[in-house]
């Protein structure tokens, strides 16, 4: 007997199975049906706003070659040096399952040519990723992202669009969230500025931990966002970047606050908001779950951001295309859902099934087909289980769903011409002329809103 790790309603079960039971692989998961709505749900209301704000569709392969990643994320980042699922194929080159979706778009951008694209070229795609990461509650090795991307546009509206239609998406979903702001300057004022840190952390190095010490040399910005708590404590005094900008980064990031001042963004400015890809120059932020009053997150923003984005205008310059400023962002759809259903929690709970179909006897059975058709057609969510015929049980299924109606039909309603509606709330039961069951409910439900 082995043991399977199995998650339903995100927690994580043990459960006895048999050695001859093929394992979940760690940090995947499975999405279950009664999960689907949340899916769901994140699916309809971002498509319905990025196609109103004229973003474009796209699909990119999942698989990519390694170089691609290497080259835009950055070979000493912790996503390339440690986390990549990368394989020869069977022709011997080194291919990557993509450890997220922007590095994909812009090869894409550049094979199809989009430069010659009117500006701005404004994409979003969504789908899996891939990192080899220790997994813990809200990290995953394969999660999916919905990744929004602005190409050929520098100004700083463009940052604020993003920004405020990442919002907009949080606030339509009901998610009380806040933006945290930096700004990375451009590549000359923040490689003085990593001088700069190097010479802090330098004098503090045995207070680091381990990872931090090899980031000294390497990726010395990460040593801002390390979970460890001395390195946090560190990090707090260290020399901050937003002092150290050139004059253009400094323009173009008050420039974004106001634009998010005026359009009612909630954001805080935070100055160890680095990001974990080596893309990004000036605007960088992450949008995390807001904390009440007087409460303080347990994790950093890294660990708990349901997205997170930035400016990468040298990206495409460096897969060989043209010049092209761009400005994106990218959301974790498995926390955004996690979201979704704790504040779901918090909700009393309300009807959500107009009507539950309960059928006694097999006569009745065989017309329920059509009678549940008829409900479907005209408009009324109506839900059954055919295969029961008790009458406890189906009522009880039906209370459990929701329903706010349940209609009975019986071997003696059959032959009166006849059904039952049941209010669920109270009880009370009505017999009507099965020729008006639609338009009886319709009314009722009707009245009932
Ligand atoms: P990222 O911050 O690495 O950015 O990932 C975006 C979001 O993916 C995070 O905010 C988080 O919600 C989610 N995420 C990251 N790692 C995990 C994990 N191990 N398990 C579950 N969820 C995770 C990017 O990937 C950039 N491509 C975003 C971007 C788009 N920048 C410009 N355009």
Redesign the pocket.
């Known amino acids: 007997m082995k043991e399977l790790k199995e998650s339903k309603d995100g927690k994580e079960k043990k459960i006895k199975k048999s050695s001859k039971t093929p394992l979940l692989l760690r940090?995947f998961l499975d999405v279950l049906p009664e999960n689907d709505k949340y899916w769901r749900k994140f699916r309809d209301v971002t498509e319905k706003i990025l196609d109103d704000y004229s973003y474009g569709k796209i699909s990119v392969p999942i698989l990519e070659q390694t170089n691609l990643f290497k080259r835009t994320?950055g070979e000493h980042t912790d996503?390339v040096s440690k986390?990549m699922f990368t394989f020869e194929d069977r022709g011997g080159d080194s291919v990557t399952m993509r450890?997220?979706?922007?590095?994909g778009?812009a090869r894409s951008y550049v094979t199809h040519g989009m430069l010659n694209r009117s500006r701005p070229v404004k994409l979003y795609s969504s789908g899996p990723?891939f990192?080899y990461?220790r997994?813990q509650a809200?990290?995953?090795?394969q999660?999916?992202?919905l990744?929004?991307?602005v190409f050929g546009d520098e100004s700083p509206v463009a940052d604020a669009e993003?920004i405020f239609i990442s919002y907009l998406i949080c606030k339509k979903l009901g998610l009380d969230v806040i933006i945290q702001i930096n700004s990375l300057g451009n590549t000359e004022s923040r490689q003085e500025y990593i001088t700069i840190l190097k010479e802090y952390f330098r004098s503090k190095r045995r207070l680091l931990c381990d990872d931090c010490k090899a980031r000294l040399t390497k990726n010395t910005l990460r040593l801002l966002d390390c979970k460890e708590e001395q390195c946090r404590e560190l990090a707090k005094a260290a020399p901050q970047l937003v002092d150290h900008l050139d004059e253009e980064s400094k323009d173009h990031f008050v420039s974004v606050l106001e634009h998010l001042d005026e359009s009612e963004v909630p954001y805080e400015l935070n100055p160890h908001i680095v990001?974990?890809?080596d893309?990004?120059n000036r605007t960088a932020f992450?949008?995390v779950p807001a904390t009440k009053e007087g409460e303080e997150s347990e994790r950093s923003p890294?660990q708990?951001?349901?997205?997170?984005?930035?400016?990468?205008d040298e990206l495409i310059e460096i897969i060989g295309g043209r010049e092209t400023p761009?400005?994106?962002?990218?959301?974790?759809?498995?926390?955004?859902v996690q979201l979704l259903k704790e504040q779901q929690k918090n909700q009393p709970s309300k009807k959500n099934l107009d009507v539950f179909l309960a059928q006694l006897g097999e006569e009745a059975t065989k017309h329920s087909f059509t009678l549940f058709e008829t409900l479907r057609e005209s408009g009324i969510k109506v839900r059954a289980n055919f295969s029961k015929d008790g009458l406890k049980q189906q009522l009880e299924i039906a209370d459990r769903l929701g329903a706010v109606f349940t209609v009975i039909l019986g071997q003696k309603e059959l032959l009166d011409g006849t059904i039952i509606i049941r209010d669920m709330e109270n009880g009370i039961q009505e017999v009507v002329d099965s020729a008006k069951i639609s338009d009886e409910l319709k009314k009722r439900l009707k009245k009932g809103k």
Not at 99 to 103: D, G, K, L, M, Q
Not at 138 to 141: A, E, Y
Not at 304 to 312: L, P
Request: glycine content about 16%; proline content about 4%; aromatic content about 12%.
């Open positions: 940090g994320i996503i986390e450890p997220e979706i922007t590095a778009i990723v990192r990461d997994p809200g990290r995953f090795r999660f999916n992202q990744s929004i991307e993003v990001r974990g890809l893309y990004y992450e949008i890294s708990n951001a349901i997205g997170g984005g930035g400016r990468y761009a400005i994106g962002m990218a959301f974790g759809i498995e926390r955004v």
